[in-house]
Structures are given as structure tokens and as C-alpha cells.
Nanobody
Framework: EVRLVESGGALVQPGGSLTLSCAASGFTFSAYDMTWARQAPGKELEWVSSIGQTSTYYVDSVKGRFSISRDNDKNTLYLQLNNLKTEDTAIYYC????????????RGQGTQVTVSS
């Protein structure tokens, strides 16, 4: 059974930083592309970033501020969030798949990121 467990969300001031983690189990983590998606209040689920074995991809609104990475030995996916803005407030989800096929795939319960002064 695929299991994805996100952590690291918090309340942070604008300009602050956070690191989100996603612990994966139940599948061969190293063999799959992985994605971070987010859902802001009242909005649809939005693709944020994906990672293959080495390639990384980002939505334009987070380029230069967010960084996705993975540790295949630890079966863990990460998202480093820097220079956070109020519009980054959302529930962040770890999703199996890449930027083309992530919708409808297995995802975790999410972790809340709130950016507010």
C-alpha cells in the first residue's frame, strides 16, 4: 500500500523559510517521479514542483524560491521554501508522479503552511 506522510508545515512570517518532508513507503520510491502540489483556501489543487532522478521542475510562481530534492536512501521527498509570500499559504501535498500525470495519483494528508505577519 502506498503511504505518503508530509510534515514540516508551520506558521511563518513573510520572507521566512521552511522545509517540508514527505516520508514514502509501500512502493519503490527511487523508481518514481515525485511531485509537490498545494491547495490554497477556496482554490483548486495546484502543481508546484516535480523531481525525476535528477531533473527538477517548478511552477513559475515559485521558481528561484522553492527547491525540491529527494533522498532515495531514506525514501524521503523534500521541498525547501524560501522567501515565503502570503500567497504561498496552502496545504502542501506530496504526490506520486510527475508534472504530466500527478492528478488523481496517491497523495498524503498534507501539511499546512501559513504565511502571515
Amino acid at each position: 500500500e502506498v503511504r505518503l506522510v508530509e510534515s514540516g508545515g508551520a506558521l511563518v512570517q513573510p520572507g521566512g523559510s521552511l522545509t517540508l518532508s514527505c516520508a514514502a513507503s509501500g512502493f519503490t520510491f527511487s523508481a518514481y517521479d515525485m511531485t509537490w502540489a498545494r491547495q490554497a483556501p477556496g482554490k483548486e489543487l495546484e502543481w508546484v514542483s516535480s523531481i525525476g532522478q535528477t531533473s527538477t521542475y517548478y511552477v513559475d510562481s515559485v521558481k528561484g524560491r522553492f527547491s525540491i530534492s529527494r533522498d532515495n536512501d531514506k525514501n524521503t521527498l523534500y521541498l525547501q521554501l524560501n522567501n515565503l509570500k502570503t500567497e504561498d499559504t496552502a496545504i502542501y501535498y506530496c504526490v506520486l508522479g510527475n508534472q504530466f500525470n500527478w492528478r488523481g495519483n496517491a497523495r498524503g494528508q498534507g501539511t499546512q503552511v501559513t504565511v502571515s505577519s
